[in-house]
């Protein structure tokens, strides 16, 4: 996978290079890919600082507008809400977006850069390659001292 996510990127800032080069001015999606607990939201936070991006990561929004609510039956369809909000706000011409939602699935990964690809957006994924035993330690701790921005994870 570090190979792939190597070459997309490279193939992906050439046609970042080549899309300038026209006179147009392509947004990037940046992609944050791992397991709950592989450091996605940590190293999104670092692009955030080094970048001119917006952020993005439902469980922040989620747990602000509802709470801890993963019990509740509602859990699921007001997260998918967000995800659909926060979207619409990655669409938006011209904003650099790291989208910090997972995408855990290849099918997820893939809509969503075809999505890019109708905005007329750069894409680049970055993925979180974190041993399990190291997510499970991460996850342990978290859950023992859970901040209000995340979800438990088991």
């Known amino acids: 996978m570090k190979g792939r996510s190597g070459r997309h990127i490279v193939l992906q800032q050439d046609a970042l290079k080549s899309a300038q080069a026209k006179g147009y ?3 990037t999606l940046h992609l944050m890919v791992g397991l709950p607990g592989s450091g996605k939201t940590t190293r999104a936070k670092e692009l955030e600082r080094a970048l001119p991006a917006v952020r993005l ?8 507008l509802f709470g801890q609510d993963l019990n509740d039956p509602e859990h699921d369809t007001r997260h998918s809400a967000i995800e659909a909000l926060l979207w619409e706000i990655a669409g938006r011409k011209g904003v650099d977006v790291i989208l910090d939602f997972g995408f855990w699935s290849r099918t997820e990964r893939d809509e969503f850069r075809s999505r890019a690809v109708q905005l007329r957006a750069n ?17 342990a701790a978290r859950n023992a001292s ?6 438990p994870h088991l």
């Open 25 to 27: 001015s392509l947004a």
């Open 57 to 64: 990561t439902p469980d922040e929004w989620h747990l602000r």
């Open 123 to 139: 894409t680049i994924i970055h993925y979180a390659p974190t041993p399990i035993e190291e997510i499970l330690t991460r996850l």
């Open 146 to 151: 859970l901040p209000a921005t995340a979800f």
